[in-house]
T-cell receptor, first 112, second 116 residues
Framework: KQEVTQIPAALSVPEGENLVLNCSFTDSAIYNLQWFRQDPGKGLTSLLLIQSSQREQTSGRLNASLDKSSGRSTLYIAASQPGDSATYLCAVPNTGGFKTIFGAGTRLFVKA | DVKVTQSSRYLVKRTGEKVFLECVQDMDHENMFWYRQDPGLGLRLIYFSYDVKMKEKGDIPEGYSVSREKKERFSLILESASTNQTSMYLC???????????????FGPGTRLTVL
């Protein structure tokens, strides 16, 4: 059964710092991995989708990497800003078909 | 711009009431999902629909039912609301699903339901 773990559960950093969020998964036979952002009390917004044939994806100040063999993905945020404060979730498709397995998320606080 | 809308942002109901949560997407997506999100438990799939009038149970379908009469609309029904159904409910849609899908799910803003 696929399980997704995110560490740390919460993170507080000063503005301008570069940071890394971690995601690990137990079944390495995945075809893609996604990172989402969730603002308090709101829905999820897709940030990046990495296909299994790719090692990383970049969007602006965000860079996500995928290492299938070790069951890990990282989301790198460069020059963090207070507007980056949110919960970040990673997700992988379940081997059972239509389900997506989400991590519990990392809650990020960027202090001005 | 893609859009998934949910009928209410906040809802307060009493135990035993029948509750309808509505979700509408304007992207002509085949697949729609209902999740609930609780602190410490993350997102859990309640039901999934891959076509009009078609549905599949997710991980926690007990106490819920769904209806998909039109492609763009997916309703979650709490037949007799209970306090343990107090939660954030999120609807999502996607063009394709499955192990090899590279399509993301688009989420609505969520409905925070409180059952008293």
């Amino acid at each position: 059964k696929q399980e997704v773990t995110q560490i740390p559960a919460a993170l507080s950093v000063p503005e301008g710092e570069n940071l890394v969020l971690n995601c690990s998964f137990t079944d390495s036979a995945i075809y893609n991995l996604q990172w989402f952002r969730q603002d308090p009390g709101k829905g999820l917004t897709s940030l990046l989708l990495i296909q299994s044939s790719q090692r990383e994806q970049t969007s602006g100040r965000l860079n996500a990497s995928l290492d299938k063999s070790s069951g890990r993905s990282t989301l790198y945020i460069a020059a963090s800003q207070p507007g980056d404060s949110a919960t970040y979730l990673c997700a992988v498709p379940n081997t059972g078909g239509f389900k997506t397995i989400f991590g519990a998320g990392t809650r990020l606080f960027v202090k001005a | 711009d893609v859009k998934v809308t949910q009928s209410s942002r906040y809802l307060v109901k009493r135990t035993g009431e029948k509750v309808f949560l509505e979700c509408v997407q304007d992207m002509d997506h085949e697949n729609m999902f209902w999740y609930r999100q609780d602190p410490g438990l993350g997102l859990r799939l309640i039901y999934f629909s891959y076509d009009v009038k078609m549905k599949e149970k997710g991980d926690i379908p007990e106490g819920y039912s769904v209806s998909r009469e039109k492609k763009e609309r997916f309703s979650l029904i709490l037949e007799s609301a209970s306090t343990n159904q107090t939660s954030m409910y999120l609807c999502a849609s996607s063009r394709t699903v499955g192990l090899t899908s590279t399509d993301t799910q688009y989420f609505g803003p969520g409905t925070r339901l409180t059952v008293l």
